[in-house]
């Protein structure tokens, strides 16, 4: 009776901690304005009705972590359940004077290249609880870029599976071919995020990184 009781108990345990692993934490990394939060948004609308964050043509509109639990995907009779990582974009330079551009007050303008500081920081600590990596490119721009480079070199490091988005498949200067040559090792899918371009072979592709976590 008793080793009845104490072994349903470590089964209870057990069970329980195989069903926390079953969450992935799964990132949404990059450069800053390559659509990661349009991205994580369509994802998490697609499946929860509701969506994780702002958008904006301004640069580094995401300043702080942000995340939705229990995102629970179901793909072609396959039901994996995410928790969705929005980063702030990653930058080596970051100048308030570029916010200003945008009509922008200084006060504003130095106050949001501050806490985006902060956020590529926090962004970089947060690297420790990803399970997976989406690294979102915007496939107009040169992907052979520092920025680039150095989050795909980290996540390597850190043995974090990656799938690379080229983002922004809609603009006619977008060049998919390209991201793929810059990392040839690397899963690339080229998506519009913004319009839902090409999100079957996303899903496809994103399930199949879940594999790899
Ligand atoms: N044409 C086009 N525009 C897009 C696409 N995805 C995002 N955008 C636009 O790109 C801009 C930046 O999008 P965000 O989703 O805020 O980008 P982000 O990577 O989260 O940017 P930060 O939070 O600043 O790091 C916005 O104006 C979006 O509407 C796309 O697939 N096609
Ligand atoms: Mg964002």
């Given at each position: 009776m008793v080793i009845k009781i104490i072994a349903n108990?470590?089964?209870?345990?057990?069970?329980?901690?195989?069903?926390?692993?079953?969450?992935?934490?799964?990132?949404?990394?990059?450069?800053?304005?390559?659509?990661?939060?349009?991205?994580?948004?369509?994802?998490?609308?697609?499946?929860?009705?509701?969506?994780?964050?702002?958008?904006?043509?301004?640069?580094?509109?995401?300043?702080?972590?942000?995340?939705?639990?229990?995102?629970?995907?179901?793909?072609?009779?396959?039901k994996l359940t995410f928790k969705l990582v929005d980063t702030p974009g990653i930058a080596t330079k970051i100048d308030y004077e570029d916010f200003m551009k945008f009509k922008m007050k200084k006060r504003d303008a130095q106050k949001r290249a501050k806490q985006a500081t902060q956020g590529v920081v926090d962004a970089i600590k947060w690297l420790d609880d990803m399970d997976a990596v989406i690294v979102v490119i915007d496939a107009t721009k040169n992907p052979y870029s520092q920025v680039n480079i150095t989050i795909i070199g980290n996540l390597v490091a850190r043995k974090i599976p990656v799938l690379i988005i080229a983002n922004k498949v809609d603009l006619r200067k977008a060049d998919v071919k390209k991201v793929e040559a810059a990392f040839p090792e690397y899963d690339v899918v080229g998506i519009s995020a913004k319009k839902g371009k090409n999100m079957e072979e996303f899903y496809e592709s994103a399930f199949r990184l879940a594999k790899k976590a």
């Open positions: 108990f470590v089964r209870r345990i057990f069970s329980g901690m195989f069903k926390g692993k079953r969450e992935l934490s799964l990132g949404f990394y990059g450069p800053p304005n390559a659509g990661k939060t349009t991205l994580a948004n369509k994802i998490c609308k697609d499946w929860t009705g509701e969506e994780i964050g702002k958008v904006s043509k301004i640069p580094h509109e995401t300043r702080a972590v942000q995340f939705k639990e229990k995102v629970e995907i179901d793909f072609k009779g396959k």
